[in-house]
């Protein structure tokens, strides 16, 4: 975390000195709060596979690997192969574009936008496309060590402030190829899966180069319209339920989870209309007004959630299971609430109510912040003194500085 949020401070102040400053204060703390709900929510294993790596590496393994570097090469080129094809599937099919749709909500492209990762993947479906190191007798120890490797690997070509780089625009996934899978101009939709390799691409049909007659508009063509990470992660599948349970018949009942993503039954566009992007050159991004006072809240809000975070993760191994996701509860409706409140919505009221009582009693029922006491005496009178601070700056701000018909807002 200290090292992403280093590059990404450092990325801002270059951009800022260079008169091209590509990311927005509050578009980046949506981006870091979304990189915090990823982070706990994989610490917490909310998630399954419905076939394992083990099983495969012990059932189906044809050779017996010792440890070396050969075995991580092969490790890593093969995690990139189902890399690029989770990654295309993800963008072609209904129902798996809702774990992605996330990483692609930012109307920005920046080092911060690469932390938008999702927490609503529950099923792994797809280490099938691990079976080449499984029969060549990879170990899963192996493969646990290179995946998280290989996905910190995909954070630096998430800027605007790096070129093309000559040779290796033919070998590696660059900034520039990537700029392009991001853009929802019509020549770039759908483009460069690679996370490593760019030559995937090149040999399955999906690679597009960055014109420079076409500069790369980002986001999603159904814009999120909301700084909240949770909720972005569950829009599409909320859409999905909604045209499926409309669907007259059980044939697109069936089958709008498995068509191209995008897809809805004919007529549903003029029946149920959505809020979609037609003009990429000619369209509003979303930026809510905000007073200096609750950008800078908004800050320190995301500084105080991480310290929170990071205390998690420091004592991972002291707190009992069932405490942890108590622990994680909260973090999610710490950021449920702070991002309502960056989004304007009065409902944020509710929220940081919801999540103070929630905090409060956590400290009452057991005397103790998941055994912060133990670090300091007056760790239980701070914590509540900064709960009882937030709701109020929370009510300051509800009452001050928000619309009165907040859904006029947002029906313009």
Known sequence: MPIFLLLIVIEKIYGYSKGNDTAPLMDTVSSLNSGITNSVKDVLGISISILSYEWMVSNLALLTMKNSVIIYIIAFFVIDFYGYWTHRWAHQINIFWNKHAIHHSSEEFNLSCALRQSISSFVNLFTFLLLPAAILGVPAMVISIVLPLHLFLQFWYHTRHIGKLGILEKIIVTPSHHRVHHAINKEYLDKNHGQIFIFWDKWFGTFQEELAAVPPVYGITRPAQTWNPIKINFQHLWLLCK???????????????????????????????????????????????????????????????????????????????????????????????????????????????????????????????????????????????????????????????????????YSK
């Open 243 to 409: 045209d499926a349970w409309h669907a007259k018949s059980w044939k697109d009942k069936f089958r709008i989870w498995f068509m191209p993503t995008g897809w809805r039954p004919e007529g549903f566009e003029e029946k149920y209309p959505i809020d979609k992007i037609e003009n990429v050159y000619n369209f509003e991004k979303y930026n809510p007004t905000h007073s200096l006072k609750l950008r800078n809240w908004s800050i320190i809000q995301l500084f105080i959630t991480l310290g929170f975070v990071s205390y998690m993760f420091a004592n991972i191994a002291t707190i009992p299971l069932p405490n942890l996701f108590l622990y994680g509860a909260f973090i999610f409706l710490t950021i449920y609430s702070t991002t309502e409140l960056m989004d304007t919505n009065p409902n944020a009221m509710f929220w940081e109510g919801f999540r103070i009582l929630f905090g409060i009693g956590i400290i009452i029922y057991y005397q103790d912040w998941f055994g912060l006491l133990a670090i300091s005496e007056w760790s239980n009178y701070i914590l509540m003194i900064y709960f009882f601070i937030s709701f109020f700056i929370t009510l300051y701000f509800v009452n001050n500085e928000f619309p009165d018909d907040y859904s006029m807002q």
